[in-house]
């Protein structure tokens, strides 16, 4: 995860401070964007209540980012999928990106779960090789 926000951060300097992008890479004033927000609530959501329930955990995202339904899924599922594959094991991961990813769309599972078992796989020991030889969605 912590990449993530490294790049988070890199991107930051990269659109307002390219100066110090090719030498420093991050900037001393870099500002994190929503999206590590998203992925610290969601780490200390689940890592606090591992067995919150989809309705209560969609509500207190919506409450923390003061958003819609939409919003909260689409934007922020690959996000929450980074999450996923840190914290959970690879039997219940497509349930986890199912309960917490917050997306419906076909496409979007397929993407969350597979982006949630390469990063388990890997954090796990697996090659990069293997990693990218996932079983994800039953396929």
């Not at 939409?70 to 039997?91: H, N, P, Q, T, Y």
Request: aromatic share 10%; with cysteine; proline share 1%.
């Amino acid at each position: 995860m912590v990449g993530a926000f490294i790049a988070d951060l890199a991107g930051w300097t990269w659109l307002h401070d390219k100066d110090n992008f090719y030498p420093h890479l991050v900037s001393d004033v870099a500002e994190k964007s929503i999206y590590s927000d998203v992925m610290l609530s969601t780490a200390q959501t689940l890592i606090e209540n591992h067995t919150i329930t989809r309705e209560e955990f969609a509500e207190l995202q919506r409450n923390i980012f003061r958003t819609h339904n939409s919003k909260i899924c689409a934007e922020f599922a690959m996000i929450r999928s980074i999450v996923i594959g840190w914290l959970f094991e690879d039997d219940i991961i497509s349930q986890a990106c199912h309960d917490y990813c917050l997306c419906d769309d076909k496409e979007d599972m397929y993407a969350t779960s597979f982006l949630s078992k390469l990063i388990s796989a890997l954090r796990n020991g697996a090659t990069k090789n293997d990693a990218t030889q996932v079983n994800f969605c039953g396929t």
